[in-house]
Structures are given as C-alpha cells and as structure tokens.
C-alpha cells in the first residue's frame, strides 16, 4: 500500500528532478553500474528541494510535502470508511 501511495508522487517529484538534472547536462555519475555517492547526495538534495516547492494544488498554492500529508489523510478518510471515494494526486507536466 505504501508503495502504491508513493506512486503518486514519484512521476512529480523523483522523475522530474532527474529529467531536469539530465536536460541541464549535469552528470549523473555511475560507477561499478551504481550513482556515485556524490551523485547520490546531488540528487537527495534536488529532491528535498522538490519536495519543499509551491504548487498549485486544487486551487490553493501548497507546498509538494504538504499535498503529500493531504493525501495520505484523504487515503485514510477513504479507508476507514468516511469517504466514498479517493481522488488521487495527478500532477500535470
């Protein structure tokens, strides 16, 4: 379930920041077929960065990290049984 929930988010937060370091041409260095640790670091970093950016989230300006609590409150209302359905997170590009 977590990973489902997780899923949500991956596309908006991990995948842009790594597309954006790409078209930036900025290495992402591999060794022994792994990132480097100082890749590794530049990316954690990007992605904290990410997760602390404004969105618009249903009309209100939000931060990533704060749709993502949201969210997960919007999963557990539905869960227990408070809600009759869950709208999900789609974050357009």
């Not at 022994?32 to 890749?39: A, I, R, Y």
Request: glycine letters at 4%; charged letters at 40%; one cysteine or more.
């Amino acid at each position: 379930m977590v990973y489902d929930f997780v899923e949500e988010f991956r596309s908006a937060v991990v995948d842009r920041t790594v597309i954006g370091l790409i078209s930036k041409r900025e290495k992402l260095m591999i060794k022994d077929g792994k990132l480097t640790d100082s890749t590794k670091k530049r990316l954690i970093k990007k992605i904290f960065e990410r997760l602390n950016r404004i969105e618009n989230y249903r009309d209100q300006e939000t931060r990533f990290r704060d749709i993502m609590k949201k969210q997960a409150g919007l999963i557990d209302r539905f869960l227990c049984g408070k809600a009759n359905k869950y709208r999900p997170y789609i974050k357009t590009w």
